[in-house]
């Protein structure tokens, strides 16, 4: 069998720090919902979060970008996880009336927050097949094809995208359910993209069906 090797630019650096706020921002946001809406107690994904969150850290400083990305994937699916299942309890809060109109409206709020950043982080890692490819050069097949690379513009030749973009990709495909000035090219991106639309337009459609009970 074929062994897996983790081949590390320890001289390349990749700007996590935005990555790992999120990160951390999303877990805290999942523990404040009610635990009607989590698997066990509301804060077993920031607990998770927070203990993975320590070696990833430590193997970022030692520039082991192999298990950088091992860990940050691992990391992105717990959070995807927590989201996937609270909008399931959302949805069963809704037809069996077990929280007030406004705990579901609190708790709808924070998970279509939640799922920006969530998506923010998978097209993040998986753009061209990840971070590290990207700034070093050596990137895949571009996922997303952002306007910057698409025109000739003096300063801009050398872009690269940061996670900020891939945050607003993320937000504009939950408020608009579809990416505006991003092109999606792959094959994985669209799918990754339609189930963050899937469940934004589910979300959505709980609170208008709990705001028209109301009225």
């Known amino acids: 069998m074929k ?8 001289h390349i650096h990749v ?3 935005a990555f790992l706020l999120t990160v951390l921002i999303i877990s805290i946001l999942l523990s404040i919902l009610s635990e009607n809406l989590t698997i066990g107690p509301s804060w077993t994904i920031l607990s998770i979060i927070v ?11 030692r520039g082991h970008h192999g298990w950088t990305r091992v860990l940050a994937l691992i990391i992105i699916g717990v959070v995807t996880l927590g989201l996937v299942s609270s909008v399931v309890f959302l949805v069963y809060s809704l037809f069996h009336h077990k929280a007030s109109a406004a ?3 609190r708790s709808a709020g924070l ?8 998506f923010g982080g998978w097209y993040w890692e998986i753009d061209r097949g990840g971070p590290l490819k990207r700034h070093s050069g050596k990137s895949e097949p571009a ?3 952002f306007p910057q690379m698409t025109f000739d513009i003096n300063g801009w030749e050398k872009w690269t995208p940061t996670f900020l973009d891939y945050l607003y990709l993320a937000f504009n495909t939950n408020t608009a359910f579809s990416p505006t000035d991003t092109m999606v090219l792959s ?6 993209m339609m189930i963050q639309s899937s469940i934004a337009l589910l979300i959505v459609a709980v609170l ?8």
């Open 3 to 10: 062994k897996v090797h983790f081949s590390d630019d320890h």
């Open 51 to 61: 203990i993975l969150l320590v070696p990833m850290v430590f193997s970022m400083i």
């Open 111 to 118: 998970l279509w927050v939640v799922n920006i950043g969530v």
């Open 143 to 145: 996922d997303f094809l």
């Open 15 to 17: 700007p996590r720090g």
């Open 187 to 192: 094959k994985r991106a669209k799918v990754v």
């Open 103 to 105: 705990s579901l409206f």
């Open 208 to 215: 208008a069906a709990r705001a028209i009970n109301i009225a």
